[in-house]
């Protein structure tokens, strides 16, 4: 038992990153009774590229540069998360799916053998309605007749409501804690007790994605706008969390981004002030194109 004890611990000590430990030899074991949830968001798209809000409308598709980047994002998830996804989730709209598609390439041409489980697909994970502003130019609404409605909605997203009477970020939160739901209690088995990494990956959307990362780390609406919780085209955060309740069916005890640019864990109480909402045309020091 002694022996067998000294060659797993050697192995962890030559395999570093790849495997349990980071590149300072933190032990990224898993907690007992959490579960890891790598939220991804998609390529960019022709509408991001002409700065047009897409919101729920599925007529945008990959770039060239979009389809490089989930081809790079495959790449690193190839070489190291290979049989660690065990459950897989996608958004219905096509620049989603598209990036998936491009993902499960990577892995089929892989010659490690390395699988993801079938896709389930669902409209939950679609990115925020913005309603009769999406398919819209962001400048045209910063200077046309509905200036004041986007001045309102960059200054308090939170409180902003369409004239319809529709709050679009409240929505986006109240789907999200939905989406959280079925994410945990449909994932499959948790890795409790175990040093195998058990690891749920969503393919989704830039907004989608910061409110669950949000929410999964105990902030409010608030927290929306907040400047390390922006995704820029296919970046990825990993999220390690534990059973919640109520309003928050996951709670997050660490996280850190891992594509495009890795970050070390950060505790999850440890969040910043936010800051306004990102302007157009930032990267992942603010939202590109969120939506």
């Not at 979009?66 to 996804?85: D, I, P, T």
């Not at 109480?269 to 020091?285: F, I, Q, R, Y």
Request: charged share 25%.
């Amino acid at each position: 038992l002694g022996m067998r004890f000294l060659e797993r611990s050697v192995i962890i000590a030559v395999m570093g990153v790849a495997s349990n430990v980071d590149g300072k030899g933190s032990h990224l074991i898993p907690e007992a009774g959490t579960r890891r949830f790598l939220l991804a968001r998609h390529g960019q798209t022709t509408w991001n590229a002409a700065n047009r809000l897409q919101g729920t409308v599925d007529d945008s598709v990959l770039t060239d540069l979009g389809r490089k980047q989930a081809a790079e994002l495959g790449a690193r998830l190839v070489a190291e998360e290979a049989n660690s996804v065990d459950a897989l989730y996608c958004s219905s709209l096509t620049r989603a799916r598209q990036t998936l598609e491009i993902i499960e390439g990577a892995f089929a041409a892989s010659t490690s053998g390395a699988a993801l489980p079938t896709a389930r697909v669902t409209a939950d994970l679609r990115e925020i309605e913005l309603h009769q502003w999406e398919g819209r130019h962001k400048d045209e609404l910063a200077t046309g007749a509905q200036a004041h409605l986007w001045r309102a909605w960059k200054e308090n997203p939170v409180d902003f409501a369409f004239p319809t009477g529709v709050y679009p970020l409240r929505d986006l939160w109240h789907r999200a804690s939905h989406c959280w739901e079925k994410l945990w209690t449909e994932g499959s088995a948790q890795c409790e007790g175990s040093d195998e990494e058990h690891k749920t990956l969503v393919v989704a959307h830039g907004a989608l994605n910061r409110a669950l990362l949000a929410m999964a780390l105990g902030r409010d609406m608030n927290a929306f706008v907040h400047s390390d919780l922006q995704f820029d085209n296919c970046a990825v955060v990993e999220v390690e969390a534990k059973r919640g309740s109520g309003d928050r069916p996951v709670a997050a005890v660490r996280w850190r981004w891992r594509h495009p640019k890795p970050s070390e864990w950060k505790e999850a109480a440890l969040l910043t002030a936010p800051s306004s909402m990102p302007d157009a045309n930032l990267s992942h020091a603010g939202a590109a194109q969120a939506f």
